[in-house]
């Protein structure tokens, strides 16, 4: 039986400067003292060293129009599409500070589609 792979999805979103703000916190306080984090975030440095902030499923909700992070702000989306699959697990919201400014994406296992018994 095969594994499902994670699904990557990039954001379309409006960054505002208390969104901003709440990132640039966030960076300080981790680079400052990394066990300040709270718990669901995690912080690291990529090999280009871009920041790079991912928040378990635990301290993001998503409501149309915006996806809220516990502890930093509200990503306004830009699209009203449904953000992932009805039934995804195991999500996460990536969010790296690239030369050309913040990229988000969210990454998530699809459901898993099962055919037993099909006879």
Request: net charge neutral.
């Amino acid at each position: 039986m095969s594994h499902v792979k994670s699904h990557e999805i990039v954001l379309a979103v409006k960054v505002t400067d208390d969104l901003l703000k709440g990132l640039d916190a966030m960076r300080s306080a981790w680079r400052h003292d990394a066990h300040s984090v709270p718990k669901g975030l995690s912080c690291s440095e990529s090999k280009e060293g871009q920041f790079v902030l991912v928040a378990n499923e635990s301290v993001f909700t998503t409501i149309p129009g915006a996806c809220i992070i516990k502890g930093i702000g509200a990503v306004e989306l830009m699209g009203t599409e449904p953000l992932f699959e009805d039934g995804a697990s195991s999500k996460t919201l990536v969010l790296r500070d690239t030369p050309d400014g913040w990229k988000f994406s969210v990454k998530y296992l699809p459901p898993i589609v099962r055919e037993r018994n099909t006879r």
